[in-house]
Antibody, heavy 123, light 107 residues
């Protein structure tokens, strides 16, 4: 069974740092691109970042570029999101998601999601 | 960045109704559009990708259509378990973006 489980969320002061992790099981992480998506409680979904299967290519939302870094450890089946210079507006539930490709080569976005981890940035 | 505008943002409907949600993109995104369903306290669930391809395990009462800048999600006969928030997402170009969501509530 495919599972994604995020961890590392919590309360941090503005300007602080936090490292989120996403443990993957039930599939071979090294074969998949992965994403982070966040959601302020009661608000909409916001895409944050994406990393390709071997970690050589990454993309970020403008709002986190230069502050957040996505990485992966395929040997440990783990995805990370290093968040620095945190702002109050970064407060949200952070989800890791998997991107697949169908047998016909079509991208299947976000076919699996973790339950999310809450990050609260507040003094 | 590509903006996605969903309409309506709120929809009140009865069990058995046919419901249609629209998603308009600010630029041509071909058919690189997905639809998700989210229930309270849960992670979103992928319903449709490629604008019209039903994800494995999703009931056929859900259907998607459109290409370019205009897309729709249709629920053929609304059931109690379908009351949720629905989001569209474009995957044509980075940064990937989501629509603002459509909340479907019971009339």
């Amino acid at each position: 069974e495919v599972q994604l489980v995020e961890s590392g969320g919590g309360l941090v002061q503005p300007g602080g740092s936090l490292r989120l992790s996403c443990a993957a099981s039930g599939f071979t992480l090294s074969s998949y691109w992965m994403h982070w998506v966040r959601q302020v409680p009661g608000k909409g979904l916001v895409w944050v970042s994406r990393i390709n299967s071997d970690g050589s290519s990454r993309n970020y939302a403008d709002s986190v570029k230069g502050r957040f870094t996505v990485s992966r450890d395929n040997a440990k089946n783990t995805l990370h999101l290093q968040m620095n210079s945190l702002r109050t507006e970064d407060t949200a539930v952070y989800y890791c998601t998997r991107e697949s490709v169908s047998v016909s080569g079509v991208v299947i976005p976000n076919d699996y999601w973790g339950p999310g981890t809450l990050v609260t940035v507040s003094s | 960045d590509i903006q996605l505008t969903q309409s309506p943002s709120f929809l009140s409907a009865s069990v058995g109704d046919r419901v249609t949600i629209a998603c308009r993109a600010s630029h041509d995104i071909n058919n690189y559009l997905a639809w998700y369903q989210q229930k309270p306290g849960k992670a979103p669930k992928l319903l449709i990708y490629g604008a019209s391809t039903l994800q494995i395990g999703v009931p056929s009462k859900f259907s998607g259509s459109g290409s370019g800048t205009e897309f729709t999600l249709t629920i053929s006969s609304l059931q109690p378990e379908d009351f949720a928030i629905y989001y569209c997402q474009q995957l044509n170009s980075y940064p990937l973006t989501f629509g603002g969501g459509t909340k479907v509530e019971i009339k």
